[in-house]
C-alpha cells in the first residue's frame, strides 16, 4: 500500500533458500515517523526480510530504497550509515565485553578508523571523545549508566534488550528494525520497553519491529503489516487488522 511519505519502499525483494522462498514481497512502503508492526507466524519471514532491507543478508531479486536512496547492494554498515539500522541480540562474544565497550563498538565507523586515527590521531581523539559523550547519555537514557563498567553478560533480560536497543542508537539513525524487542523481557520491563519505543517516535523516529503479544502490538502500533509464508497478506490500522479474519487465522496458524 502506497504511503503518504514513505521513508522507505520496497519492490519485489526476494529471498530462497534451497527450494524455500523465505521473503517474496511484491510491494511494502513505511510511513516516515510511525512505530509499524511487522507480524506473522514463525518462518514467515520476518527476520529474513530485516536482513535484507539492512544489508545483512542479499537478496535473489528486488530493489528498495530509505529516503529516496537505492540500498541494493550495500552491506550493512554502510545501510547503517544511511540511517536505517536493525538491532542484533547480543552475541556471545559481546556479553564478554562491558556494557560501554559494546556502545562503543556500535559507533560509526569503528572498523576503518582506527588505521585513518595512526594518521589523524588528534581528530581520532576528538571521534572517541564525540563517541563515549554519545554512549554515556544513550546509557543514561535507558538507565544503564550505573551498569556502563559492567559485563553485558550479567544484565537481565530486559537490560539486554535495553542495551541492544541503545547500541542501534550510537549510529543516530532515522529509522530503526526492532526483532521481537519483548522477548524474554519480564512484564515489569515491558511497560518500560514499550515507553522508550513511543519515545523513539515521538522524536521523529520511524520504528519497524516485529512482536508476537497482540496486546503490546495493538496498544502501539500505527500500523500494522501481516506477512504469511514469505508475503504481505494484509496491512492496516490496528482496528482494521483485528478485525480481519484472514489474518486472525494465518496469525493463529503457527
Ligand atoms: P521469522 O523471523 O518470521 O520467524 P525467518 O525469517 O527467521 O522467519 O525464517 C523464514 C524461513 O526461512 C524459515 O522457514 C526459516 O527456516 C528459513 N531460513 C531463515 N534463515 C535461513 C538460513 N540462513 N538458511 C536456511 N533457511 C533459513
Ligand atoms: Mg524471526
Redesign the pocket.
Known sequence: VAKPDPILKASGVR?S??G?T??DVGHLEVQRGTITALI????????????LLTGF?RVDAGEWSFEGRRLNGLGGHRVARQGMVRTFQLTKALTRLTVLDNMLLAAPGQVGEHFLGALLRPRWRHQEEANRERAMELLARFKLDAKKDDLAGSLSGGQRKLLEMARSLMVNPSMVML?EPMAGVNPALVQSLLGHITSLRDEGMTVLF?EHDMDVIMGISDWIVV?AQ?SVIAEGRPEDIRSNQEVVDAYLGA
Open positions: 529471498r533458500f534451497g524455500l523465505a521473503v506473522g507466524p514463525n518462518g514467515a519471514g520476518k527476520s529474513t526480510l530485516f536482513n543478508d526483532d516485529v506477512l514469505g
